[in-house]
């Protein structure tokens, strides 16, 4: 089936979704407006959660709450009284266009983010992981533009993305201490030259990982072992920026987007950049984790 749109939301930089199953809840960000949005299946009109400035990915918390990422740093969000507070020091003061940006929680409650040069140009960025002590760790640096993130469904491997290699790397993975060994080449979009660039991902249960493509008006089925491509599942959006599995039976899959960096021409003829699309891809996903902290 191709995507639908799911909601009337058009996001500039529509990001970071992730699903509260207790709650059966896709919460989303747009980075550029600085509003969380809250998406019920079924229901086209999304609640703004809350107005948070430079938001770029959100994950439910399992006190009940939302942890996040604003421009340089980890936060709480009470949903009742919609404070914000920082739970981490704050990184990359000193590089003034660094900002963090897409971030995920591994299944033992850690929260892995990155942080990007906001002129996509240079590796100003690093990957972080705040561990459920509160403690944050700078796992990777000299990275560009921090996305993906995803574990393979034995939580031996973590997926990551650093947009501008055009590669999904993949690390070993200890789970019972959040140390990453062993970096390869999952996935080379050079290689088999795909259409646009590597974004966010999604991981299913068969461990096959699915991957946005910012500028490529699609996402792609891989498997990570060999650097196969399954599928494409074409995207009425040119800028197609995460995606995440959803729904009770977690067999739809969400797929966010942008108008962000397209022209007005481009725009009159794509109405739908920016929405918030659902798939049924015929495989479930694995399911968001929550922050424990
Ligand atoms: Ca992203």
């Known amino acids: 089936m191709s995507p639908e749109v799911a909601s009337s ?5 529509g990001e970071g ?8 809840i896709l919460y989303w960000v747009d980075i550029k407006k600085g509003l969380i949005y809250a998406h019920r299946p079924g229901n086209p009109s999304d609640e703004i959660v809350a107005s948070a400035q430079g938001v770029s990915c959100v994950v439910p918390w399992s006190n009940g ?19 914000l507070q ?14 963090f940006n897409d971030g995920k929680c591994d299944p033992a409650g850690r929260f892995w ?6 002129t996509e140009k240079n590796p100003t960025g690093s990957l972080y992981l705040l561990g459920k002590d509160r403690k944050l760790k700078k796992v990777l640096s000299q990275v560009t533009i921090s996305n993906g993130l995803g574990w393979s469904p034995d939580n031996r491997a973590m997926y990551y993305i650093d947009t501008p290699t055009r590669k999904v790397r993949a690390f070993d993975y200890s789970l019972q201490t959040g140390e990453i060994y062993n970096e390869r080449t999952a996935v080379d979009f050079a290689v088999s030259e795909q259409k646009g660039d590597p974004d966010g991902m999604a991981v299913d249960v068969e461990g096959m990982i699915w991957v946005a493509h910012w500028g490529g008006a699609r996402l792609t089925r891989w498997n990570p072992s060999n650097g196969n491509l399954l599928e494409t599942l074409p995207v009425p959006a040119d800028q197609v920026t995460s995606c995440c599995f959803a729904g009770r039976n977690l067999d739809e899959l969400y ?3 942008a108008r962000d960096g397209l022209d007005e021409k481009t725009l009159a003829s794509k ?14 996903g694995l399911p968001t984790h929550s922050y424990v902290g």
């Open 113 to 118: 983010a990155g942080t990007m040069d906001a």
């Open 9 to 13: 939301v058009r996001a500039e930089l």
């Open 86 to 99: 920082p739970i981490s020091d704050q990184v990359d003061t000193k590089v003034e266009t660094s900002r």
């Open 271 to 284: 109405p739908l950049a920016g929405s918030l699309f659902i798939a049924r891809p015929g495989v479930k």
């Open 17 to 24: 979704p992730s699903w509260d199953a207790k709650k059966e």
């Open 255 to 257: 797929i966010t987007s």
């Open 65 to 83: 709450g939302l942890a996040l990422t604003l421009q340089h740093g980890f936060y709480s969000l009470d949903l009742l009284s919609k404070k």
